[in-house]
């Protein structure tokens, strides 16, 4: 947890930075395209303030209210930061429109584009840190903070290009163009993100890739047991839930049963970090032909038993 708030305090010191510098630099030279992206940093700052609530939130352990943990919090937050920037994209836009329309000049380009290189700068070295660290603790929230840093990433240095254009060929109309282009592909970014931080929220199953090493465990016992069904998977923050049952010949002991579905619980949660398994056994019901299962464990309490 002290790693996920460390990191998250950085995305709210660099983003609060670079708001003032791009703000006093749109303000300077009146460009549209500048004072967007200063609202991109702004919006970008509330994110990295939910994220830092949401990490510390999300780690506390289980308790009567919340017997699965609070891991759903980091999703809350993602989905509250796609919201934002949908509203601050529509912001720029609108804005942006106006400009086009009724026409307005950029004085001191040149400023103006050494602060946007500037900018991709300390973000791509901040969401670089922040992608790191939401890989190895696997918080949506930390990626959904990376992903706002790495597209201003993006968006600064287009901007920073355009203002570079209008240095050299002073054509001015370019600056709010540049602006819509930019809050166009904020909107992709913010769908992305709902659609990633959603996700959870309605219990959707895991990944593919994931699901298929559960079941190659899965099928590395299958001479213990007869089948297994109702394979059920579920992801809440960094936390996995799997939960499935197993079906054991009728003439095996509970015991023998119980230590295998250990194993197989083991294995599972070893392989796939913060994950919780949880098997129900199950008793044939004898009806499979040519079960060997049957047969074996028929075989060997007869023995024991003499008879």
Known sequence: ???????????ILSNTGLIGIKLAAGLSTGSVSIISEAIHSTMDLAASIITFFS??????????????????????????????????????????????????????????????????????????????????VDSIALEADALHLKTDVYT?????????????????FLDPIIAIFVALFILKEAFTLLKVAFAPLVDVKLCDKEIELITSILNRYNFRYCDFHK????KSGDKRYVDL???????????????????????????LKNTECMIHLES????????????????????????
């Open 1 to 11: 947890m002290k790693e996920k708030v460390k990191v998250a305090k950085l995305s």
């Open 55 to 136: 990490v510390k939130i999300s780690s506390k352990p289980a308790d009567k209210q919340h017997p699965y943990g609070h891991g759903k919090f980091e999703n809350v937050s993602g989905v509250l930061e796609a919201v934002l920037i949908f509203i601050a994209s529509l912001w720029i836009i609108i804005e942006s429109a106006k400009k086009l329309i009724n026409g307005q000049e950029v004085t001191s380009s040149n400023i103006g584009f050494i602060v946007m290189f500037l900018s991709a700068g300390v973000n791509y070295l901040v969401s670089k840190k922040l992608y790191d660290t939401s890989k190895k």
């Open 231 to 234: 394979l059920r998977t579920r």
């Open 245 to 271: 049952h197993l079906v054991f010949p009728q003439d095996m002991s509970v015991k023998n049963a119980h230590d295998i579905c250990d194993k197989i619980e083991t294995e599972i949660e070893h392989s």
């Open 284 to 307: 044939c019901d004898n009806n499979c032909r040519n079960c060997p299962f049957h047969t074996e464990y028929t075989s060997a309490n007869t023995s024991r038993d003499g008879h």
């Open 156 to 172: 600064s240095l287009g901007v920073g290009a355009g203002l570079f254009l209008i240095w050299i060929t002073d054509l001015h």
